[in-house]
């Protein structure tokens, strides 16, 4: 929680600045009152200095002009949707957070909201001091990535030739200089790197154009400039991400930062932090969606036995049970949906039972495999027949596998081999499963993992990023390698548990 800010004189000062946008003048009267001070209406301590709009243009207004840390938005504006409106806002004020209010929550409101990239969501049913909390968090936020980007420019600062990457390129940008830590990276001795084209020799081909028009500005100008790259390493693959820093004096020096782990850090920080806001949420929407889905069931089967008694000829009846049999399938989606957004929103405890590994998998390809055949797709497997036990929850580690195997079907559609494969160790048991259909693009695969990332017409974009939340409850990990056109292999690592 934020420390108070004392002023000169001994004031407590505002913690932050909040944005209020929503046209309904009571609410925002309450959310006024709330939030002004340590008691409502305390003019004198404000806990918050507090702005208010009434609409989304006006609201825009407000942030290009005044800033803030946190806007609490209503959903429903005069001229716009408060989903809409965050990613202009965040724009406007960089560091701030968005916080959406409404009367009323849906699936989709709550995906479009975790897309747009809003801190939380709140119903309009709050408690003051739960509405406070959601905002003394998002100010914490707020001032950790303020701390975090003075920490950074001091630190750029500072760095000379340290641990880092460092090359110096001339004016036809050759390299006249790459220290030890840059030439690991490369795969060459510092020595071979002089002369040599640094930008076609080690920046990937969908960056190349991006890091000639930074240099090029560098040359130029007056201050340093920044790019982030991919960065070729010795096999002639891009797995790094390099954040460049360029300057100039006689040479144009670039000094790289290595932020691969950071940013899929960050990356993972972020997913978890709005799955942990949306659980509440979750639970709340589980129980008002389920009991009309359970309900709209009872009744589609009551149907379908009133139409086996109707006067009507065989082929009117067959059309009627046809499209009884979509809706039921629409209301099994649907319900598969919840269920999964339910799996990746609440956090829940795995259960510590002895699995048979090989077993569990043989279970799962029994279960699809009229699904397989049906497809023209031929099942391998390489599974021991015993050995492989690990400690764990047996019903999400299927949940993982039937996961894996239904993708793999699914992505060979003109029929190919789905090959399971089992290994055991003294310390770990993994499971790959590899399909020959059309792979994944190269530009797709970093973001497979992604909570609603799909591209599958009717996908959710929640199967992998489940895969990854119950193995890594696991311990273990989770690898994809993909090539297009030739097919896809997922490798899941998890201890035995049982040292």
Known sequence: MPAVQVAAGGRPRPLGRVLIVDDNTELVATLHAVLVGPTAGDKAHPRFEVVTASCGEEALAVAKTQGFDVAIVDVKLPDA??????????????????????????????????????????????????????VEQALTKVQLKREREELERRYRALVELTDVLVVALDVDERV??????????????????????????????????RVRDTIAQTKVGERAREVETG?????????????????????????????????????????????????????????EIRNPLNAAVLQLHLLGRNIDKLEADEATRAALHKRAEIV????????????????????????????????????????????????RIKIER???????????????????????????????????TLTARVECAAERVTIAI????????????????????TTKEAGTGLGLSIV??????????????????????VTVSIPTGRS
Not at 110 to 129: M, W
Not at 349 to 357: F, N
Not at 434 to 453: K, Q, R, W
Not at 477 to 486: G, N
């Open 328 to 375: 039921g399938d629409e209301i099994g989606r649907l319900n598969r949906l919840l269920t999964e957004f339910l799996e990746l929103a609440r956090p829940r405890g795995i259960a510590r039972e002895a699995v048979h590994v090989g077993r569990l998998v043989d279970d799962v390809l029994d279960l699809e495999r009229e699904s397989a055949a049906t497809r």
């Open 176 to 209: 006249v200089l790459m220290n030890r830590k840059t030439s690991a990276l490369a795969g060459v001795s510092a020595e071979d790197a002089l002369g040599r084209q640094f930008i076609e020799s080690w920046i990937p081909a969908e960056d190349l154009q």
């Open 468 to 489: 990854r939340k119950i193995v890594d409850a696991h311990a273990g990990e989770v690898h994809i390698e993909s090539k297009r056109a030739q097919g896809t292999r």
């Open 382 to 416: 390489a599974i021991p027949a015993d050995g492989c036990i690990a400690i764990g929850d047996r019903e999400k580690l299927k949940q993982v596998v039937i996961n894996l195997v239904v993708n793999s079907i699914e992505a060979m559609k003109e029929g190919g």
């Open 434 to 453: 590899e399909d020959t259909g059309v792979g994944i693009p190269d530009d797709v695969l970093a973001n497979v993992f992604d909570p609603f990332f």
């Open 81 to 134: 949707s408060g989903v809409d409106l965050i990613r202009p806002l965040r724009a406007a004020s960089p560091l701030g957070e968005v916080v959406l209010i409404t009367g009323f929550a849906s699936v989709d409101a709550a995906i479009g909201a975790l897309r747009s990239g809003a801190y939380a969501f709140v119903l309009k049913s709050f408690r003051p001091e739960e509405l406070i909390s959601t």
């Open 231 to 287: 960065f070729v390493d010795s096999t002639g693959t891009v797995k790094r991400r390099i954040r460049w820093h360029l300057s100039r004096a006689d040479l144009v020096y670039a000094i790289g930062i290595d932020v691969t782990e950071r940013r899929a850090l960050e990356k993972r920080a972020a997913d978890g932090e709005a799955m942990s806001a949306m659980g509440a949420l979750a639970l709340n929407l589980a129980h």
